[in-house]
């Protein structure tokens, strides 16, 4: 193996770990979560079960989206609770 290709693989080491990580995704309920996505954050979404990086965006956007709500609820709630002025 040559040094330019060693170099290859150091660099690109990390995209190597973000495709193991898939292997963690076993076992999740993607339509579940499919379902989830379109009943409350992107209404029409359709899981595309032949784009294998399309289970992925799925899990970060639904999380993301999932977070986002629960600080706005968190807010929402110290408004809620703060003394009147």
Do not use: H
């Not at 330019?4 to 770990?17: A, C, G, H, P, T």
């Not at 979560?33 to 956007?61: H, S, T, W």
């Not at 706005?72 to 709630?77: I, L, M, N, P, V």
């Amino acid at each position: 193996m040559t040094e330019q290709d060693i170099k290859f693989l150091e660099d690109n080491r990390n995209v190597y770990s973000r495709f193991k990580a898939v292997d963690y995704l076993k076992g999740f309920d993607f339509q579940t979560a499919a379902r989830i996505m379109r009943e409350n954050f992107r209404p029409g979404y359709q899981l595309d079960e032949n784009n294998p990086g399309a289970g992925l965006n799925l899990v970060k956007d639904l999380y993301t989206f999932y977070e986002r709500l629960q600080q706005q609820e968190s807010e929402e709630k110290v408004i809620l609770t703060m003394p009147a002025s």
